[in-house]
Nanobody, 123 residues
Framework: QVQLVESGGGLVQAGGSLRLSCAAS????????LGWFRQAPGQEREFVAA????????LYADSVKGRFTTSRDNAKNTLYLQMNSLKPEDTAVYYC????????????????WGQGTQVTVSS
């Protein structure tokens, strides 16, 4: 079992930055791939970024490449999403998710989810 709790959301102006955190419980945190997804009102949940259990290269959606960076600290059981150059279209509830070992792009592949944190970018 893995429990996930996101934090760090808020209101920011376009062009600004935010860093989201996802604190995980569970002794086998390091064995899980971790992902970020987001969902805007009236839209489907979409992939943002993900990182496999051993870290290394992360996966990113085209819409956030070059602006967002995800990383993990296995010693702290924490996943991060650094978001720079934010745009109004980045406004959404951001969720972190976990699945065993290998990161994928698809929400259906992830077994554990946090409750989400709201990110609002004003123009």
């Amino acid at each position: 079992q893995v429990q996930l709790v996101e934090s760090g959301g808020g209101l920011v102006q376009a062009g600004g930055s935010l860093r989201l955190s996802c604190a995980a419980s569970g002794r086998t945190f390091s064995r899980y791939a971790l992902g970020w997804f987001r969902q805007a009102p009236g839209q489907e949940r979409e992939f943002v970024a993900a990182i496999s259990w051993i870290g290394g290269s992360a996966l990113y959606a085209d819409s956030v490449k070059g602006r967002f960076t995800t990383s993990r600290d296995n010693a702290k059981n924490t996943l991060y999403l650094q978001m720079n150059s934010l745009k109004p279209e980045d406004t959404a509830v951001y969720y972190c998710a976990a699945r065993y070992l290998i990161a994928t792009y698809h929400a259906r592949d992830y077994d554990y989810w946090g409750q989400g944190t709201q990110v609002t970018v004003s123009s």
